[in-house]
């Protein structure tokens, strides 16, 4: 895993683009819209913040994601198992991974160096959430270790106010 460059936007906003459009075709309604979420906006904001991890495959991006200390503010009801401080629990938003990669373990490659670069950086869990139609990704995270802690409402504006399961992963 690497952080991104400027120079990977473009690259970065058509893995999106194409998992979006690939997740388009199956029942689990991810509600993501290259128009709104995640955006160019979104993708470059986070290129800047230094917050937008990369795995690259032979030369080209295969997952990417974003990882900070930024959540909504639901989250901060949670019975979560470690609560904070907030600048020690770690969130990912939008994982994804290109969809002629997926399911070849690149998602699982691109957690572990996640979980190692947050260990390195102090960090003491990671909470994230996943809709709830959402059953690979649920999947997936509880395969690497993360637990269901609640399953509440919440809104963003992509989807607007839906179920969510809120995993946490303690380090």
Request: hydrophobic share 40%.
């Amino acid at each position: 895993m690497e952080f991104a460059t400027k120079t990977d936007k473009s690259e970065i906003l058509a893995l999106y683009r194409a998992a979006i459009d690939k997740v388009n075709t199956t029942s689990v309604r991810l509600g993501w819209n290259i128009e709104v979420y995640p955006n160019d906006e979104f993708v470059e904001g986070s290129i800047s913040r230094g917050e937008m991890c990369i795995l690259r495959e032979d030369g080209r991006i295969v997952s990417a994601a974003v990882v900070n200390h930024t959540v909504n503010p639901e989250y901060d009801d949670i019975a979560w198992q470690i609560k904070g401080p907030s600048d020690k629990i770690a969130t990912i938003h939008a994982l994804a991974v290109i969809p002629d990669k997926q399911g070849n373990k690149a998602s699982y490659r691109m957690l572990a160096d996640i979980d190692e670069y947050c260990r390195t950086n102090g960090d003491l869990a990671i909470h994230l959430d996943v809709i709830d139609t959402n059953i690979p990704a649920y999947k997936l995270y509880t395969r690497n270790g993360y637990k269901e802690i609640d399953c509440i409402k919440m809104y963003y504006e992509v989807v607007g106010t839906r179920e969510f399961w809120m995993l946490e992963k303690v380090l």
